[in-house]
């Protein structure tokens, strides 16, 4: 066996050394992110699991009959269905903090917001997903799992609600769309309309008031001098941080998630890629302070974001997205920042600084930018167009990149604005980078966003 001969990429992948205890369910959960997981053969255990949980990926995939019976729209969700998760923590061990769940959640898609309060003296969220597939992909993999072991076990249902309403950023609520929020003082309000959906008192009480083992004077571990000893998780894949773990914020104040604001970038086109490529398209989800293509290794970079919650927004929307025919594979890095060169040094061009860039889209409190972050899509928004720009113009600039366009509109009301819709999300990422603050004379310069519509 350990001369086997190496194999050309295929659609099956062989797991080894999966310990016992792992359920059917987790291991199909770690294929989820990255397509459709059609079969699984657990060699040791029996196949029935297996099938069941296959059954409920494939429901939600192509449309058949969820596990439970309901009927299938043809977006293959049950009709309704809340992009929105109602989540309890029963057996409140350790404490579970809003940072916890993040890192746990977002495994299983882009997570817009989440609020934490304690109702019947239970920890509970409510978690908001850009999709309702990645909320029932979380479901089915999370619901009746313990986040460590033998303790704090997940209850997930879907909320009646289809959107949440976040006032402030801070350790009981936050809106990752959102960087420009205030910070509150720390009780922040439900909204009249979802406090009537929960009976949830107007103000939320801290997450542990009241939980097993906490009492409200020791709420935060880090207030209180508190010490989590590093318990295993008994999630496997989905183990979170230590220090996400123990409630205590990497950064200052609580805007921030814990982590890094540094990205490793890899699997770059190095004929094609460039800094400010790099700078254009990490751009869209947060200020790009600096850009490191690799010296010696150039389909490698690093990007700083402005903080750890830009970093996770961008890492969350474009791992896995294709740039000049490779697919991106962004993870967070070691580094906690990129090195500038010393001067002398060679380096060719492949750091910079972007620190007092022009470009950077949120650096203004309240910008509509930060209400308009969306995943890569075949069709871009344009704004900031010229009177005298026609259509033409604009489908022959776009067209020069090496797109097909397929279709264009101005906004009725304002032929400031207007959509393009190209061939493929590649090429509109492509497009993006390169056309983004295009010159198009008369002092003005052509902004470029993904859309969430179509034409």
């Known amino acids: ?65 969820a596990l439970t019976g309901a009927p299938i729209t043809e977006s293959g969700l049950p009709p309704g269905q809340s992009s929105v998760l109602r989540i309890i923590v029963e057996n409140l061990f350790y404490p579970v903090t809003l940072e916890v769940l993040y890192q746990i959640f977002c495994k299983f898609g882009t997570v817009l917001k989440i609020i934490t309060f304690t109702k019947n003296n239970q920890f509970q969220a409510l978690l908001q997903y850009a999709d309702p597939l990645n909320a029932q992909y979380a479901k089915m993999a999370l619901d009746g799992q313990n986040i460590y072991n033998a303790c704090c076990t997940l209850r997930i249902d879907f909320s009646k609600l289809t959107s949440l309403n976040v006032k402030y950023n801070n350790d009981k609520s936050r809106d990752f769309t959102r960087l420009d929020l205030p910070s509150g003082d720390g009780q922040p309000s439900l909204d009249p309309t979802m406090a009537a959906a929960f009976g949830t008192p107007s103000i939320i009480s801290s997450p542990y008031a009241g939980a097993a083992g906490f009492a409200p004077a020791i709420g935060f571990p880090q207030a209180a001098g508190l010490s989590i000893p590093a318990v295993p998780s008994a999630l496997g894949p989905l183990a979170i941080s230590t220090s996400a773990m123990t409630g205590r914020m990497a950064l200052p104040g609580v805007t921030g998630l814990p982590g890094n604001s540094v990205l490793l970038v890899s699997n770059l086109n190095p004929d094609a890629i460039t800094p400010d490529g790099l700078f254009i398209l990490f751009g869209v989800y947060g200020d790009v302070h600096r850009v490191k293509i690799m010296f010696n290794k150039k389909e490698n970079a690093l990007v700083q974001m402005a903080d750890a919650t830009q970093a996770q927004l961008a890492m969350n929307h474009l791992n896995g997205q294709k740039l000049f025919g490779k697919a991106l594979r962004i993870t967070l890095s070691k580094h906690q920042t990129v090195q500038l060169p010393r001067e002398g040094q060679e380096d060719q061009g492949l750091t910079k600084d972007y620190g007092n860039s022009p470009l950077h889209r949120f650096k203004k409190p309240g910008s509509k930018n930060f209400q308009n972050i969306f995943p890569p899509s075949a069709t871009l928004h344009l704004s900031n167009i ?66 969430k519509s179509t034409i």
């Open 386 to 451: 010229p009177p005298s720009i026609t259509v033409d113009d604009l489908k022959n600039l776009f067209a020069g990149t090496g797109c097909i366009v397929k279709a264009f509109k101005f906004f009725p009301k304002d032929r400031k604005m207007a959509l393009i819709q190209l061939g493929t999300v590649e090429e509109a990422i492509q497009a993006l980078t390169e056309l983004h603050n295009h010159d198009l004379g008369e002092n003005h310069h052509l902004r470029v966003s993904f859309s």
């Open 1 to 65: 066996k350990g001369d086997r001969s190496p194999c050309s990429p295929s659609r099956v992948l062989h797991l080894r050394k999966i310990p016992n205890d792992v359920t059917e369910a987790e291991v199909i959960s770690l294929g989820v992110p990255f397509g459709k997981v059609t079969n699984l053969l657990m060699l040791k255990g029996k196949s029935q699991r297996t099938q069941a949980a296959l059954q409920a990926v494939n429901a939600v995939q192509s449309g058949g009959m």
